[in-house]
Nanobody, 117 residues
Framework: QVQLVESGGGLVQPGGTLRLSCAAS????????MNWYRQAPGQEREWVGV???????NYADSVKGRFTISRDNDRRMAYLQMSSLKPEDTATYYC???????????WGQGTQVTVSS
C-alpha cells in the first residue's frame, strides 16, 4: 500500500533550522509532484510549497526565501529544509503526493514542528 512517512520534526528556537523528510513507498515516486502543507492548532491546513516531478519548485509567500524543498527520486524521498524559523511556523507539517492529473493523491501522517525559546 501507499505510505508517506514524515520525520525530522521537533522543538527549535526562533532563528533556527530544521530539515523534514518524507519517505514514500507504494508509488512511482518520480512521477508525482510532492507538496508540503502545514496546520497550526485551530487553523486550516496551509500549503507550504511544491516540488514537481521536473524538480521545479514554488512556495507560499509566508515561507519564500526561508524554506527549500528538494527530492531524491532514487531514494524516494522529499525534503523540506527550513531556516530562519519563526514562532508562527509552529504547526504539524504534512507531506503530500499528487499525480500531475490531480488524482490520486496521498497524505502522510504529519510531523510536529514547534518554534519556541
Amino acid at each position: 500500500q501507499v505510505q508517506l512517512v514524515e520525520s525530522g520534526g521537533g522543538l527549535v528556537q526562533p532563528g533556527g533550522t530544521l530539515r523534514l523528510s518524507c519517505a514514500a513507498s507504494g508509488i512511482t515516486f518520480g512521477t508525482y509532484n510532492m507538496n508540503w502543507y502545514r496546520q497550526a492548532p485551530g487553523q486550516e491546513r496551509e500549503w507550504v510549497g511544491v516540488i514537481t516531478r521536473f524538480s521545479s519548485t514554488n512556495y507560499a509567500d509566508s515561507v519564500k526565501g526561508r524554506f527549500t524543498i528538494s527530492r531524491d527520486n532514487d531514494r524516494r524521498m522529499a525534503y523540506l529544509q527550513m531556516s530562519s524559523l519563526k514562532p508562527e511556523d509552529t504547526a504539524t507539517y504534512y507531506c503530500h503526493a499528487r499525480d500531475p492529473s490531480g488524482f490520486p493523491n496521498y497524505w502522510g501522517q504529519g510531523t510536529q514542528v514547534t518554534v519556541s525559546s
